[in-house]
């Protein structure tokens, strides 16, 4: 629950609460100076049967919007996002801003002993469909296995909840985990490497043949940027989201068809020149997307605030 002793807070003119959760109180119910928050996306009021809040997280939930009234300004990741918050949490509009991600790493040059160093320590074969990312219902995995094994590929995790054990196996919101584990636990075409440091992550992108992200909803869909950085041909849903994100530089599925996903896959990894049409768009449309401009972006939105609080006074 949120707690914060706010005379500690009166003496700054902006507080950035850069987390919200949807279900856990971490706003102050009144804010005693001028207040931004980030709302990163709304996915569990999207799809509730799959991420139930409960009797506690009903009550968070009523506090936590009731909180976010006295908020001067919301930020969030993508104009999908922004409607979403709009029409689910009541928030004004004028004062909520989307504001793009950037990558985390910069794409390096592997040498050739370090790529097959990385292809031997992993068992990767010389084709393979990567994803990076959770295993939530959202993120749509088991479709993208079945379309992979549908067309007899490999498909490569990495990500650390792919491994892991210590989860509650009769929730819904595992339930995704525990049907991978329980059904392709051994299955080699099915690779779950878990967390990879960053060298070898930076191998895998580059001997990857395409990147795939399947998911039903994103609040960004930061590996896709990620992946055009890295030179690396997409291949994705059609959500609004991704659409925004990756523009012309993807090809894209119905998430919801495993044929669909298999046949665009299939096509994808057969057509080189469009692999390489993909890999030049993706780098251009990577450019777009850099921290200086997030910074410069959430600098803008503090101004407004802040220049909102002279203009009333």
């Not at 990741?77 to 009541?90: A, F, G, M, P, V």
């Not at 299955?187 to 992200?213: H, P, T």
């Not at 299939?266 to 469009?274: E, G, R, V």
Request: with cysteine; hydrophobic share 35%.
């Amino acid at each position: 629950m949120f707690s914060e002793n706010k005379n500690n807070l009166e003496k700054y003119d902006l507080i950035h609460y850069p987390y919200f959760d949807l279900f856990y109180h971490t706003l102050p119910l009144k804010n005693v100076t001028k207040t931004v928050v980030t709302v990163p996306d709304v996915t569990p009021l999207l799809y509730p049967k799959y991420y139930p809040p409960g009797v506690r997280g009903k009550l968070n939930f009523y506090l936590q919007k009731l909180a976010l009234k006295s908020v001067d300004a919301v930020i969030t990741l993508t104009e999908t996002s922004k409607k979403d918050i709009i029409r689910l949490l009541e928030y004004p509009g004028e004062k909520v801003f989307s504001i793009h991600l950037a990558p985390n790493f910069k794409s390096t040059k592997i040498s050739a002993q370090k790529l097959q160093e990385t292809r031997k320590k992993f068992n990767l074969s010389n084709e393979f469909v990567l994803y990076i990312g959770d295993v939530n219902w959202n993120k749509n995995l088991i479709r993208l296995i079945k379309a992979v094994k549908k067309i007899n590929k490999t498909l490569l995790i990495v990500g650390k909840n792919a491994v892991r054990t210590d989860y509650d196996k009769k929730h819904i919101e595992n339930a995704p985990l525990r049907e991978i584990q329980e059904k392709y636990g051994d299955d080699k075409q099915i690779k779950r490497l878990g967390f990879v440091d960053d060298s070898e992550l930076n191998a895998i992108w580059q001997l990857a043949s395409i990147y795939c992200m399947p998911s039903l909803y994103e609040g960004f869909g930061l590996s896709v940027v990620e992946a055009m950085e890295a030179g690396v041909p997409v291949v994705c849903s059609n959500t609004p989201t991704l659409k925004e994100v990756a523009g012309e530089a993807a090809v894209y599925f119905d998430p919801y068809s495993v044929e669909d996903i298999a046949k665009k896959i299939s096509s994808l990894l057969k057509n080189k020149t469009l692999q390489r049409e993909l890999i030049r768009k993706g780098r251009n449309q990577a450019k777009n997307y850099s921290w200086e401009k997030t910074t410069k972006q959430t600098l803008t939105v503090y101004q407004k605030v802040l220049r909102s609080s002279r203009l009333s006074l």
